[in-house]
C-alpha cells in the first residue's frame, strides 16, 4: 500500500497518514457504486439517442402498422359512403315502392352514445389511429347489418307483390282487341228476360259459340257445374281475395282443383243457362264483394280503351245475362 504523509503546520513537519481498513472499503464502494451510476446514465442517454437493432425492428413493424391502419381507415370512409348511397336508395325507392315502412334515423345510428365502449381500448394503446378505426369499423358493421336486414324485408314484400300481381285479374277473359265483344256492363239493367231492373254483377261480351275463354289471373279452379242461371260455369280461386266467374259456357277445358296460369285456356263460350244469345257472363270478386270487371284489364286496355269500355259497357240498357 502507497504510504501518505500529511504536512502538520504545529509540527512543522510530515506525519505519516495512516489509512484505516474501514476508510479503504468505503472508499471502494464510494468509487464502485459512482461507476455503476455513471454506466447507467451513460446506457440510458445513449439508448435514448440509439436504437438497438430490436428496437428499429419494432420501429419498422409499428410503422407497417400504422400505415395499415389508415389503409384501413381510408377503406372504411369508402364502405361508408356506398353504404350512404345504399341506404338513400333504400329508403327513397325500394321500402315505397314496396310500401315498407320507413327506418328511423335514429335506428340506423343506433348504439353509438352513451358508455364509451372504447375506454379499455384508449387506456391500452395512446394511438388514437387505433380507436378511431375500431369506432369506424364498428359503425359500418351496424349500418351493414341494417341495410341488410332491410332488404331481407323489400324482397320478400316483392316477392309477395310480384305473387299479389300475378293473382290479381289484369286481362279480358276473350281475345277482345276491337272491344267489339264488349256489350254489358256492371250496374242496374234491365233483365233481358224479365224485362225488370236488376243488378247485373259482371260484364257480357258477345261472341260466337266456340270462342276461347282465358283465365285472367293465376289461380286454381274452385267450382265447374251446371248452375240453373249461369249454366256451365267456372269459378277460379285465385288467392289474395280475388276470385273470377265465366258463365254461360259452351264447354270446359279444365278439371275441379286444377292450378291455372294467367291466359290459360279454360273453356268456350256459349249459350248455357239462362241467356238470350252466345255470350260470356264475367264476374270479378275480391273478398267475396261482386266489383266492375272493367277495372280490371289494366294489362289489357289502353287509358282510351279503358274510357271507351266505360261508355260501351254503362250505355247499354239491356244485359244479355
Ligand atoms: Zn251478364
Request: aromatic share 14%.
Amino acid at each position: 500500500m502507497k504510504v501518505k504523509y500529511r504536512f502538520n503546520p504545529e509540527s512543522l513537519s510530515y506525519d505519516k497518514v495512516k489509512t484505516s481498513f474501514k476508510a479503504w472499503i468505503l472508499k471502494f464502494f464510494t468509487f464502485f457504486t459512482a461507476s455503476i451510476v455513471i454506466s447507467i446514465i451513460y446506457y440510458v442517454v445513449f439508448s435514448y439517442f440509439f436504437n438497438s437493432p430490436k428496437e428499429k425492428a419494432l420501429i419498422r413493424v409499428n410503422d407497417q402498422m400504422k400505415l395499415q391502419y389508415e389503409l384501413a381507415t381510408k377503406r372504411l370512409d369508402e364502405m361508408s359512403k356506398v353504404l350512404d348511397d345504399m341506404q338513400q336508395r333504400d329508403d327513397n325507392l325500394y321500402r315505397v315502392v314496396f310500401e315498407a315502412e320507413p327506418i328511423s334515423r335514429s335506428v340506423r345510428e343506433a348504439g353509438f352514445g352513451g358508455v364509451n365502449r372504447y375506454e379499455e381500448l384508449e387506456k391500452a394503446t395512446n394511438n388514437q389511429l387505433v380507436v378511431e378505426t375500431s369506432k369506424k369499423l364498428d359503425i359500418v358493421s351496424k349500418r351493414m347489418y341494417i341495410q341488410s336486414k332491410s332488404f331481407d324485408e323489400v324482397i320478400s314484400k316483392a316477392k309477395y307483390k310480384g305473387q299479389m300481381l300475378m293473382c290479381t285479374p289484369n286481362i279480358q277473359p276473350v281475345a277482345n282487341k276491337d272491344l267489339k265483344k264488349t256489350a254489358s256492363g256492371y250496374g242496374w239493367r234491365i233483365h233481358p228476360i224479365y224485362k225488370i231492373r236488376k243488378f247485373h254483377e259482371g260484364m257480357d261480351f258477345t261472341a260466337p259459340v266456340g270462342t276461347p275463354v282465358y283465365a285472367t289471373a293465376d289461380g286454381t279452379i274452385a267450382e265447374e257445374g251446371r248452375d240453373a242461371g249461369y249454366g256451365n260455369k267456372l269459378l277460379i280461386n285465385h288467392g289474395f281475395g280475388y276470385e273470377t266467374l265465366y258463365a254461360h259456357l259452351e264447354q270446359f277445358n279444365v278439371r275441379l282443383g286444377q292450378k291455372v296460369k294467367r291466359g290459360d285456356l279454360v273453356g268456350y263460350v256459349g249459350n248455357t243457362g239462362l241467356s238470350t244469345g252466345p255470350h260470356l257472363h264475367y264476374e270479378v270478386h275480391k273478398g267475396g264483394k261482386p266489383q266492375n270487371p272493367a277495372y280490371f284489364y289494366f294489362n289489357d286496355l289502353t287509358p282510351s280503351d279503358f274510357n271507351q269500355v266505360l261508355e260501351i259497357s254503362s250505355s247499354m240498357g239491356q244485359t244479355f245475362d
